[in-house]
């Protein structure tokens, strides 16, 4: 009875007793398991012939099931007949010898569990084979596991598109373009998540809420779109301008880049010409009109932004970025996060841990500081303790301690040099030996002078110095903890670049700020929270390379 009981196990028959059991699953679920009965029952119906004789063609490219006993022998009589079987061979096919005697809805349930690139090759071993892997349950689960396809898409059946064709045509070949990416627009850079939405693969850019406003959610608007609605291969339709969605193109330049064009620039246009463009864009991208703006300097960056990110609106180049991985020892998630640069607005920016230090890189970036540069070097080794509220207003005295800790820093890494050119080294591999020391010290932000754990320190009260500009005035009253680090500022085409020190400030783990004693102002920076598929880094390797291509980029 051990044979019948496995073979009555499957679940998938109208009258198996595991079907008649109470369910607990939802309603989606038990429809996809009636259309799962209903498939299933077809092909027995048309294997039923050839599940009496079997496959003889193949027989010998298939495997043998292992045997199970004398307890095996005898077939329930009622699930024979259930499986396809008549009685009158039940003394003949009293157990099942080869993988081809299995009931068809069992194979279903096998081949379903496969990867679907290995699903052709397995068509190929008998007619059988072939014909169950037509069934649409196996393609349809596989669209759902491997892509997250979770529309129903028995929708796409319904128009004459099968979920095989769907999974063969549309998800496997584009599958290299989902996830992060960065578009190539100069220094304004970007942030693209291309994701399989519904029955669409959409490449969605994300957008900083207007500036100051950081703490809103982030703005997004779709650049293009990949479906299979009106034909029996993938469409690709540029979405970009006023007029609706409009023919395009994708060109995959190789696994970790690939290259969108518009082939009808016309609907980009508006009829009143570049001025209409300039509002509509004004208003989309800062949220106001240019007379509301009266800083002029301010007026030459948004006018500048506009001239140079139009030339991008038919080709556009994207390169992959990943989100860094996350350890227990970090001292926050990492993690994007969207910060005020002054009059530049609201940047992106990817917050990573390396040992003893954190990096925050640019997503977008402007004239001064490309995209794809360290913002922000945070030294996790150097923790400050701030003062009382009353001589945290003072511009001197906060100056005096982070400049102390920049002294101290600039002599360690003046002395590092000096000993690897003594020895033979080089100062990146003193660099890269320090940080794998701190990679393995139990814990990061510990003080090498007192060695008390910052991470349980008590939140204090926190104010920002007189002087300081902030263009957030709303920024968080208490603070866990602070340490030394320095931010990167340069002119006019990122000419003359220089690390200044200043004051990093966490809040909790979605908000820090950063004090640039330099410049005199605060940038305040709160967590991006909207899920971002297919962006996790493989490696902690691959996401440090990865930093380094985005620095070349932009260099």
């Known amino acids: 009875m051990a044979v019948c009981a496995r073979l009555c196990g499957v679940g998938q028959s109208r009258r198996c007793r595991r079907r008649q059991r109470p369910s607990h699953q939802d309603q989606d679920s038990d429809s996809d398991l009636d259309m799962d009965e209903e ?3 077809r092909i027995v119906g048309k294997l039923k012939s050839e599940v009496g004789n079997g496959c003889q063609e193949s027989q010998g490219a298939a495997r043998p099931m292992p045997e199970t006993g004398d307890t095996a022998t005898v077939p329930c009589s009622a699930n024979v007949k259930r499986l396809g079987y008549e009685e009158t061979n039940c003394a003949a096919r009293h157990k099942p010898e080869f993988l081809l005697d299995l009931p068809p809805e069992l194979l279903v349930e096998i081949f ?6 290995v699903l052709p090759n397995l068509a190929l071993v008998c007619k059988k084979f072939r014909q169950i892997l037509n069934t649409e349950t196996i393609w349809r689960r596989r669209c759902t596991r491997e892509f997250g396809m979770m529309e129903d898409l028995r929708k796409m059946e319904l128009v004459g598109v099968s979920s095989r064709e769907v999974y063969v045509k549309l998800l496997y070949p584009y599958r290299h373009i989902l996830g992060l990416w960065q578009p190539d627009i100069g220094p304004y850079g970007g942030l693209l998540n291309v994701v399989v939405d519904g029955l669409f693969i959409i490449g969605w850019m994300y957008l900083p809420p207007h500036d100051p406003r950081v703490e809103d959610p982030m703005r997004r608007r779709p650049l293009f779109r990949i479906h299979m609605w009106e034909s029996s291969r993938a469409s690709v339709e540029c979405m970009y301008g006023h007029k609706g969605p409009h023919k395009g193109d994708i060109q995959i330049v190789k696994k970790d880049e690939f290259s969108t064009k518009c082939n009808q620039t016309d609907h980009h246009r508006m009829p009143g010409g570049r001025q209409e463009e300039f509002r509509t ?14 800083h002029e300097h301010m007026q030459e960056l948004i006018l500048m932004k506009f001239i140079y990110t139009s030339q991008y609106d038919n080709c556009l180049t994207y390169r992959r970025i990943y989100l860094p991985p996350h350890v227990p020892s970090d001292l926050l998630p990492p993690g994007l996060f969207k910060g005020t640069y002054g009059s530049h607005g609201l940047e992106i920016i990817m917050l990573s841990f390396h040992g003893s230090c954190a990096k925050a890189t640019k997503l977008t970036g402007d004239p001064n500081v490309p995209a794809g540069q360290l913002t922000l070097v945070v030294h996790l080794n150097r923790p ?9 207003c003072s511009i001197e005295e906060l100056s005096g301690l982070v400049l102390g800790f920049h002294e101290e820093a600039q002599w360690e890494d003046v002395e590092a040099c000096g000993e690897g050119q003594g020895e033979g080294s080089t100062p990146r ?9 701190a990679a393995e010290a139990p814990a990061v932000g510990v003080s090498s002078t007192s060695g008390a754990t910052m ?6 009260p926190f104010v920002l110095p007189l002087g300081v500009i902030a263009r957030n005035e709303e920024y968080p009253r208490s603070c866990r903890m602070c340490f030394y680090g320095t931010g990167l500022i340069a002119g006019h085409g990122f000419t003359s670049p220089e690390r200044t020190p200043g004051l990093f400030v966490l809040f909790d783990d979605n908000r820090f700020g950063f004090i640039w004693l330099e410049l005199k102002s605060f940038s305040l920076y709160s967590r991006l929270t909207d899920p971002l598929a297919h962006a996790l880094a493989p490696s902690m390797e691959r996401f440090e390379v990865m930093l380094q291509n985005m620095q070349s980029w932009t260099s």
Do not use: K
Not at 384 to 392: A, G, I, K, N
């Open 281 to 294: 864009w004004l208003e989309e991208e800062w949220g106001r009109t240019l007379e509301d703006i009266f």
């Open 429 to 437: 591999a003193e660099e890269n030996e320090r940080g794998a020391a």
């Open 384 to 392: 400050v303790r701030l003062p009382d509220l009353e001589r945290q």
């Open 39 to 41: 498939e299933e029952e």
């Open 112 to 117: 379903s569990l496969l990867p679907g690139t």
């Open 455 to 460: 991470t349980a320190a008590e939140p204090q």
